[in-house]
């Protein structure tokens, strides 16, 4: 096993350079890497499907949409805050789209842009409402997420007399706008949705910013302590805002995926889904008390779930065994993450 490289006889031991395990041991995501790793070697052996050009298409599909969120939410958690309205908004910006689009005849592009005001507007809101009245996020989303929900199934069954929107095809810019966000791309004679794309430059870009940039330190500055954080001079309200403002966005890309993938929409849709975003974060990496996580790790997190969801599929087991295998990931995650966190705090 790789030890920490000793320093000189004399010398101050904490001048120390830290051996390779222990650098690895720093990452957040290192123990989603390890599970995604066994997961995707048991499946692979259980069934032969899981490897099939159209297996891995399927399963990474599933992911994608779920990562993209999933990625925004560890932002939020790393940050310290919870946003339980994630799921519903997905609904809520594609109801958008598709009211504007189908039943106002506003161009597809105009709308997406509209949606996309609208769920920055309730991010934004959300993380006013939490600065403000110091209330705990978890409170404030979970009203948001009720108010989304109750809103999505009256306005729509109002407009329309039914609970679904349906006829983005025939919009108008449907074509263009479908091609940037439901496209397929063909690689070896199988066709993998846009959604993967999306997926990896999301990861992508929130990696280099919480690592590279003076916010990302914000970030994990204001999730350890925004006590401590406000008294060295990071904006810990505008911080926390633009987290939430993330969110919101990230559920509107999945929205606008879905909307124009689906070219229709359930105003029930969403519900459940921001359980799935947190857990994928937790499995990640990402602590629950805040100012630990990893980009990478959540969408690691919920590549675990796309293979598992689809990999019991593949197997023919009864899908209500995936709920067992979320519980067990998350009891194992946490336990995993804390020990992870205090290694960490050690080796630095």
């Not at 409402?129 to 809103?151: C, E, H, N, Y």
């Not at 997926?199 to 929130?206: C, E, I, K, M, N």
């Not at 499995?283 to 598992?308: E, H, W």
């Amino acid at each position: 096993m790789a030890v920490a490289a000793q320093a000189p006889p004399g010398a101050d031991e904490r001048l120390g350079r830290p051996g390779p395990l222990d650098r690895l041991i720093v990452r957040p995501e290192i123990g989603s890497l390890l599970g995604a790793l066994l997961v995707f070697a048991f499946f692979s052996v259980v069934t032969e499907r899981f490897l099939s050009p159209g297996g891995v298409a399927t399963w990474l599909d599933d992911a994608s949409t779920l990562g993209i969120v999933a990625v925004a939410v560890a932002m939020l958690m790393i940050g310290g805050e919870f946003d339980l309205s994630a799921g519903v908004m997905t609904a809520s910006t594609a109801l958008v789209t598709a009211v504007l689009s189908t039943r106002l005849g506003v161009n597809v592009w105009l709308a997406l842009l509209l949606s996309l005001v609208f769920a920055l507007a309730v991010g934004a809101l959300n993380g006013w409402l939490v600065m403000r009245t110091g209330l705990p996020s978890f409170i404030v989303t979970l009203g948001t997420f009720l108010a989304l929900q109750g809103l999505n199934l009256g306005v729509t069954r109002l407009i329309t007399g039914t609970v679904q929107v349906s006829g983005m095809r025939e919009a108008d810019g449907y074509a263009s706008a479908g091609f940037l966000f439901a496209s397929t791309i063909t690689a070896g004679g199988t066709a993998f949705y846009v959604s993967i794309l999306w997926w990896v430059l999301v990861t992508a870009v929130a990696a280099v910013v919480l690592l590279r940039t003076r916010f990302g330190n914000w970030v994990f500055a204001v999730g350890g302590s925004a006590v401590g954080a406000r008294a060295v001079g990071v904006p810990v309200t505008r911080t926390k805002i633009l987290l939430f403002c993330t969110t919101a966005f990230a559920a509107w890309l999945v929205g606008s995926i879905n909307i124009l993938r689906f070219t229709s929409v359930q105003a029930n849709q969403g519900i459940g889904l921001e359980f799935q975003f947190i857990i994928a974060a937790v499995i990640g990496g990402c602590l629950l008390t805040g100012g630990f996580g990893s980009a990478v790790g959540a969408a690691i997190g919920a590549l675990i779930f796309g293979m598992a969801r689809q990999g019991i599929v593949y197997a023919q087991w009864n899908s209500d065994w995936f709920q067992l295998f979320l519980g067990v990931m998350l009891l194992a995650a946490v336990l995993v993450n804390n020990a992870l966190r205090r290694r960490a705090e050690r080796v630095r």
